[in-house]
């Protein structure tokens, strides 16, 4: 009986485990299915740090990805990426490019575009009707750290900040409050970078760039849903 013991605790820790796993990937899976990959199997220097599986780190407070730590994409825009990092650290060998978010569920998207309708925010996440280009995978929000892992002061953003600071940060913005000097200087760093890779900006989210133009990732990809 007491050998036994043991055995029983084992089995309960390993089914434990494996639902836990189960619900990490669940998110995972959907990407591999659609045909998505790590873009750390492309480049391992491109740093990860994906915000909407941190309820801290990001605006809805929630856990999107089920604690997901991989950023996927489709391949081309994954090899985008890889040249993007050759440009910036050619430039200054000591940074990085930091991934904030990548390819994202539709049915994540409605859970956002739910929590944000009607605020102030809505514009910052796309209508998910059409789908935006994170569910079609060719999507990236992303910034500049450097050799210490801190980021750039880019200005105004909706990752890692509390409520409060999000609403400071976001009247001073809409205020008309200039950049500093360095914060221009440092979007302009990584938006030149991304376009010289051939990313494609965003006017109003200076950390969103698409691999490839909207109709085009519409005509040859489907949305992950």
């Known amino acids: 009986m007491i050998s036994k013991i043991p055995f029983f605790s084992f089995l309960i820790i ?3 485990f494996t639902n836990a796993n189960g619900q990490t990937n669940k998110i995972e ?4 299915n659609a045909g998505l990959i790590d873009i750390n199997t492309i480049d391992q220097t491109i740093q990860v ?9 990001n605006y809805f407070r ?3 990805y089920n ?3 991989k950023a996927y994409l489709r391949k081309v825009v994954a090899i985008k990426l890889s040249r993007a990092q050759k440009i910036l650290k ?3 060998s000591n940074y990085s490019l930091l991934i904030l978010d990548a390819a994202r569920p539709r049915s994540v998207s409605r859970l956002m575009y739910q929590k944000m309708k009607g605020t102030r925010y809505e514009k910052y996440v796309a209508n998910p009707k059409r ?3 994170h569910n079609y995978g060719i999507a990236v929000d992303i910034t500049i750290v450097d050799k210490n892992g801190e980021e750039l002061d880019m200005g105004f953003s909706p990752f890692r900040k509390s409520t409060l600071e999000l609403y400071w940060q976001f009247a001073k913005y809409k205020m008309g409050f200039k950049l500093s000097r360095k914060q221009a200087a440092n979007r302009k760093l990584l938006s030149d970078t991304m376009k010289r890779a051939g990313f494609l900006p965003l006017s109003y989210e200076w950390w ?3 691999g490839m133009p909207k109709n085009e990732a519409r005509k040859k990809y489907n949305i992950i849903e």
């Not at 899976?29 to 591999?32: L, S």
């Not at 740090?49 to 780190?57: F, I």
Request: hydrophobic share 30%; net charge positive; no cysteine.
């Open 29 to 32: 899976k959907k990407f591999v």
């Open 208 to 210: 969103h760039f698409n």
């Open 49 to 57: 740090d994906l915000v909407n599986s941190d309820p801290g780190k």
């Open 62 to 64: 929630e856990n999107y």
């Open 67 to 69: 604690g997901l730590k």
């Open 14 to 16: 390993l089914l434990f």
């Open 90 to 92: 050619t430039k200054h």
């Open 131 to 133: 789908g935006s280009m």
